[in-house]
């Protein structure tokens, strides 16, 4: 039997597998196609690391490395449902639920010390932040909205915020000394191997600091290396916390803490500090020394206070509130609770929360609950035009219509870790002053800068493979669709410069007759998207990693009110397929709702549109044609679950979750029961069918029952998949309807 594994996740998206996972491993059935799980959620990763501590009985299989060296096979038919990228507080609040049920995991060190807190960060650190999608990720995204859904936005327009030719809301970014500006890139020649050292002071004297061992590099990859001065990001930070308060607009800013989870923490941190200047300069080193940092939010030194001498801890929170006084407004994430924008830096994820601002008339929440113009602070350069654009555009034309609105369907480079900036072992805070060197094999420096204390250094590697891929992959998705697509390249950005000379080395490779191929900076590439937008007109973005994550929520959130809703394909370089489910954003607020009153909205329209590009993909690879019919009939199910209005509900005591799981499994045995492409099949469903019709007040009625009371699932984090699998599957009417497939 040939299988798909789906993959078991976190939060919200983890507790809907509880519902959707058993009714299609019932249809898949059918078809001779397995349904396997493997479980990659935060805590089970969290355990994997520790394995060889751990007892026997809480030994947990490594599934993330399983299904890494599964993706690089042409076997591999594998859904990835969203998990946690997790930030600091996260992964803590994770390990401390995983020792208060047992597990005698050591705590997160903030500064190790000793051998044993080294080795513990070492491990934590491979599980901190986007540890997942660069494992799985062997091949480049192809992502765009399917035709049904793109119809049933333009017939259900969700709502659009109107704009105001006067308003004030804007961008700022730094204008020198950031990672854009201090940029260095080159092309490996032939196969060697590189290293990351640091030469201190002058470098006159003493021994070069190893910083990455050497690793290997093949010809034609691209290596970078940049730097973001801290004493021009303070000034910059400075500036704009005055600039909004000038203006009379919140303040905010908008980073990627877990992407860029070496980077942006500490950037973040330097927020902080800017927005609170007199609490750093008073307390700064007694938060230090209680291992209260600013790189974890607000939200810790708050939580933290009871740590530190009374009179100390008095001074702090006058402190902060003085800030919050004398400060500009402060955009909020939730303001009925007090949690602002500088609380947990993975709060506010740029590539969510700018299309959001975008899409609400430019404006966040502040402390009263009121929308508001904000200064959105994005410090690094490198993207930050793109949102710039996009407002202007709006200030100058209104809102966008999302019932005429043309798509943006993505293509982007992310295979084999390409381009994984600020997230991984090749990001440092350096503590003094001296030279970043890479260096190759022969003892050649590559790449090297003169940085100062406090300064972040950065590098990565894109392997040339993938962008090869990527370029043939663009040029496919622009045949197909007869769309013109641009490459969204800067030639003045010394990485964009060398992959704009593969791109127009490797199109030379393929028949482009025809199309219509742009290579064009990223603020012209958003002018002349945003152009044919507006005419209702189509457009390709073949972009990198970093702004494929920025662009496949920026189109989407405007042209259907959510990325959840993107088709998200990734044809794997080795011949397998991945299919991802769409963003989870709002996950936690959904477990939090699902405790309190049973009632799950979380959409799974994403898991939907991936589950019938898997089975399609089954269809070609085995050559399974009953897992075609499987894959046409759940696309037409979707359609009419879309037009039928079947998604979930906010409000207890009307449909969630459950209740669309339901819907879809009747509407696809509807459509399976009168396909004619498999007779068996359609014998099999029309009592599936029939019986799913007849009963569906009834099975509503179990389903709805259960809402209104907690529930429990025995942990947030790592929660009892006994229990989930129970509480998600309320009716025993529908259970055992689908059970008789199985018969």
């Known amino acids: 039997m040939s299988k798909i594994i789906y993959t078991y996740t976190d939060e919200a998206p983890m507790l809907a597998t509880g519902s959707l996972l058993p009714l299609v491993e019932a249809f898949a059935s059918t078809a001779g196609v397995g349904m396997e799980t ?3 959620s935060l805590a089970a990763r969290i355990l994997a690391v520790f394995n ?7 030994k947990v299989n490594d599934a993330l490395a399983e299904l890494g060296e599964l993706v690089k096979t042409d076997d591999a038919n594998v859904i990835k449902l969203p998990n946690i990228s997790a930030s600091v507080p996260q992964l803590k609040a994770a390990i401390a639920e995983l020792q208060a049920g047992g597990y005698a995991l050591p705590a997160y060190p903030d500064e190790p010390k000793t051998a044993e807190e080294k080795d513990a960060r070492t491990r934590y650190d491979k599980v901190k932040g986007s540890a997942v999608n660069p494992v799985l990720r062997e091949g480049n995204s192809d992502r765009r909205a399917p035709k049904a859904v793109k119809n049933f936005a333009q017939k259900h327009p969700h709502s659009m915020g109107a704009w105001s030719a006067d308003s004030k809301t804007n961008v700022a970014t730094m204008a020198a000394d950031a990672f854009f500006h201090n940029e260095k890139s080159v092309v490996i020649g032939e196969d060697s191997t590189i290293r990351i050292q640091f030469v201190e002071g002058s470098g006159e004297a003493g021994q070069p600091t190893v910083l990455k061992d050497d690793f290997p590099v093949l010809a034609g990859e691209i290596i970078d290396g940049t730097f973001m001065s801290a004493a021009a990001l303070d000034e910059f930070l400075a500036a704009q916390v005055a600039r909004a308060k000038d203006e009379g607009v919140l303040f905010s800013t908008h980073l990627k803490a877990t992407m860029m989870k070496v980077s942006d923490p500490i950037i973040f941190g330097h927020v902080v500090k800017a927005f609170f200047p007199s609490l750093f300069e008073k307390y700064g080193a007694e938060l230090a020394a209680a291992g209260l940092s600013a790189n974890n939010g607000l939200a810790s030194i708050l939580s933290g206070l009871g740590s530190l001498d009374p009179k100390v801890a008095e001074g702090v929170q006058a402190e902060i509130e003085a800030g919050y006084a004398n400060g500009p407004d402060l955009a909020m994430v939730n303001s009925d609770k007090g949690i602002t924008n500088l609380h947990v830096p993975s ?13 609400t008339s430019g404006h966040m929440w502040n402390r009263d609950n009121q929308e508001q113009d904000t200064l959105a602070v994005l410090p690094d350069p490198s993207y930050a035009g793109v949102y710039q654009v996009v407002i202007d555009d709006c200030r100058a034309n209104g809102a966008f219509d999302p019932t005429t609105m043309g798509t943006v369907p993505n293509v982007g480079l992310m295979a084999q870790k390409a381009e994984e900036y600020g997230s991984h072992d090749k990001t440092f805070v350096l503590e003094t002053a001296g030279t970043v060197q890479i260096v190759d094999g022969s003892g050649t420096v590559l790449i090297e800068h003169a940085v100062q204390a406090g300064d972040i250094w950065r590098a990565c590697q894109t392997k040339d493979v993938p962008v090869r891929d990527w370029v043939k992959l663009a040029v496919t998705r622009a045949r197909a669709s007869q769309t013109p697509a641009v490459f969204w390249l800067d030639e003045n950005r010394a990485h964009d410069a060398n992959l704009i000379a593969k791109v127009n080395e490797y199109l030379q490779d393929h028949d482009t007759e025809g199309l219509q191929l742009e290579i064009m900076a990223p603020e012209q590439a958003t002018a002349f998207t945003l152009e044919r937008i507006r005419r209702g007109e189509d457009t390709i973005s073949v972009s990198g990693n970093v702004l494929r994550d920025y662009l496949t929520d920026l189109f989407p959130i405007l042209e259907l009110g959510t990325s959840a809703k993107m088709l998200s394909i990734v044809p794997l370089i080795n011949g397998g397929g991945l299919f991802e489910t769409g ?18 909205r979380w959409d799974s329209l994403g898991e939907f549109l991936a589950l019938a590009v898997s089975f399609e993909h089954e269809a070609v690879s085995h050559g399974n044609a009953r897992a075609q ?19 979930p509900s906010r409000k207890v005591g009307e ?29 099999k469903f029309t009592e599936i069918a029939t ?50 497939l199985a018969s």
Do not use: C
């Open 629 to 647: 019919v499987l894959a046409d009939t759940l696309d037409r199910a979707t359609g009419t679950f879309l037009e039928e209005g079947r998604n």
């Open 583 to 600: 963003a989870g954003g709002s996950a936690p607020k959904h477990v939090q709702q699902f405790v309190e009153e049973n009632h799950l």
């Open 52 to 58: 060889d501590v751990l007892p026997e009985d809480q």
């Open 347 to 359: 709060d506010v994820i740029v590539d969510a929360s700018m299309p959001a601002m975008i899409r």
């Open 38 to 40: 493997r479980d990659i």
């Open 691 to 740: 019986d799913l019709t007849e009963n569906e007040q009834k099975i509503l009625d179990e389903l709805n029952a259960v809402q209104g009371a907690p529930v429990e699932i025995a942990g947030y984090y790592y929660p009892s998949k006994e229990k989930v699998f129970e509480a998600m599957r309320p009716s025993a009417t529908l259970n055992a309807i689908v059970a008789k």
């Open 655 to 683: 449909i969630d979750n459950r209740g669309s799981h339901f819907y879809l499994a009747m509407y696809w045995a509807q459509e399976l029961a009168k396909q004619t492409e498999d007779a068996e099949l359609a014998s």
